[in-house]
């Protein structure tokens, strides 16, 4: 299916990021998150296209074809916010409709919010606009999890080159692993995830499916299969080893709200949910958000929902998109 789309190298920034670009129209950009590419927006690309866009859905830098700097700090949310903007220049354009998933939610949030003038409207799927804590996120799951003798990934990607080792050891198996453990297939999230004593790797709580579930084909498995063995899985892991750099670049990150159209596209299965104990953190998402026309929650879908759930995640980009001005 990747053979269906029209890719494209973009400079930004001081490096070059692979995109597929397809329509034309207002410009709008999707970024994906971890561990993904521009592939998984492989359902969105054409329709919204069709709709009257033009739809640039990059590799994020660190991901497929785009460059993958070494350094830990080339990947913080200041330079990952400039990429973009680097990407609405390239196009000739002032501003630019964001869409984000996952690790690419907060950069599409956080761009919109630290700057307004670029952006026209913004929409995130799974990973929603939260208020700035006191303190770095990795503090938090340090004190949610491990201080509580349990695992979390993210504190478990924080020293270099050990996920790193695991995940290299075997790709295939591991983005099964990865990408199964966090969709709506699975009954229980606790185990893999949330639940889990200290000690050992990220893909040892894992199921590894047979046969996969069906969202995604064994083709669309090998080319993230083969875009991640070429690539590595150092950029990936870099971004989560950012958090403190973050919280101390940008004071206003999580402070000021996101006052263009905005909307929210999650799972009700997703394990982003349920991060923290006894909180829904879908819940009050019009705190930050002023101006939020899409709140959809699709039952039944897990993290991965533009791949799990593409029609009804269409029918929510394609309702707001219809809602703006431009």
């Known amino acids: 299916m990747h053979d269906q789309f029209t890719l494209q190298m973009i400079e930004t920034n001081g490096i070059t990021l692979r995109a597929a670009v397809e329509g034309e129209g207002p410009l709008v950009i999707m970024v994906h998150g971890w561990p993904e590419l521009w592939y998984s927006w492989r359902h969105q690309i054409k329709p919204i296209a069709q709709a009257g866009y033009k739809v640039c859905a990059i590799d994020v830098r660190g991901y497929g074809g785009s460059d993958k700097p070494h350094a830990v700090e080339a990947y913080d949310m200041q330079t990952l916010m400039a990429d973009v903007i680097g990407v609405i220049d390239h196009f000739g354009e002032k501003q630019a409709i964001l869409i984000g998933h996952d690790w690419g939610g907060p950069i599409v949030w956080n761009t919109a919010a630290l700057h307004p003038d670029r952006v026209a409207a913004v929409a995130g799927l799974s990973v929603p606009y939260r208020q700035r804590a006191p303190v770095p996120s990795i503090q938090i799951w340090q004190q949610l999890y491990t201080d509580q003798g349990k695992f979390f990934y993210q504190v478990y990607f924080q020293d270099e080159g050990v996920v790193e080792a695991e995940v290299e050891a075997d ?33 040892d709580a894992m199921v590894d499916p047979d046969p996969f579930p069906d969202w995604m084909t064994p ?73 939020l026309r899409i709140n959809r929650i699709i039952d039944g879908a897990g993290h991965w929902v533009q791949q799990e759930a593409p029609e009804a995640v269409n029918e929510a980009l394609l309702e707001f998109l219809g809602t703006l001005d431009c």
């Open 171 to 203: 790709f295939r198996t591991a983005l099964r692993k990865i990408y199964h453990s966090i969709s709506g297939n699975v009954p229980s999230l606790g185990p893999a995830w949330l639940e889990r004593p200290a000690g050992g790797g990220l893909l």
């Open 219 to 291: 083709a669309d498995l090998d080319y993230f299969v083969q875009n991640f063995q070429a690539g590595g899985f150092r950029g990936p892991a870099n971004r989560y080893r950012n958090q403190t750099r973050d919280f101390k670049m940008l004071p206003e990150m999580g402070v000021k709200p996101v006052n263009q159209p905005s909307a929210f596209i999650g799972g009700s299965q997703d394990v982003v949910r349920f991060f923290v104990p006894g909180r829904d953190t879908y819940a009050g998402l019009g705190e930050m958000c002023p101006d």
